[in-house]
């Protein structure tokens, strides 16, 4: 299983790696299609306030403080399933919980954390221009030139 991103320039002139998906919205039918940020740091999958007013999923329960370099903000869960394409038309649908951010300041950007990514190899190489998550049926070797 492959999944591609890509390294793309942002708002703020910073390129980060983005991997895109689309979420299952409160209707249960319309996938309403998102980018993510690639963050190996993040330990959870956030959406940015924005995003999870669009959702209009509900709220199962408020969640504690998520924190990062920017501080610490609050956060509520939401029950949804997040689709990847894959290769030859198909998906690979993740489903689960995941928080959102109510604040629209706390982030400007979806985050795709290791509650996904751990299920993966995740290729985050700046210098090689790849950015993708690798899992069942694909594989990766890291070589050396002299």
């Known amino acids: 299983m492959l999944i591609f991103g890509r390294w793309q320039a942002c708002d703020d002139g910073i390129v980060r790696p983005i991997i895109e998906g689309e979420v299952l919205s409160a209707d249960g039918a319309t996938w309403e299609p998102t980018e993510f940020l690639a963050d190996v740091g993040a330990d959870r999958t956030v959406f940015n306030a924005e995003f999870l007013t669009t959702l209009a999923l509900p709220q199962l329960t408020a969640f504690h403080q ?8 609050s956060t509520v869960v939401i029950r949804t399933q997040i689709r990847f394409a894959l290769d030859g038309g198909r998906h690979l649908i993740m489903q689960g919980s995941f928080a959102g951010f109510t604040n629209p300041s706390a982030i400007d950007m979806n985050i795709l954390g290791r509650d996904i990514t751990n299920l993966f190899a995740l290729i985050v190489d700046r210098q090689g221009d790849v950015v993708c998550m690798i899992g069942k049926g694909h594989q990766y070797a890291i070589t050396t030139q002299l």
Do not use: F, S
């Not at 924190?67 to 903000?73: E, K, L, P, Q």
């Open 66 to 73: 998520l924190g990062g370099v920017g501080g610490a903000a």
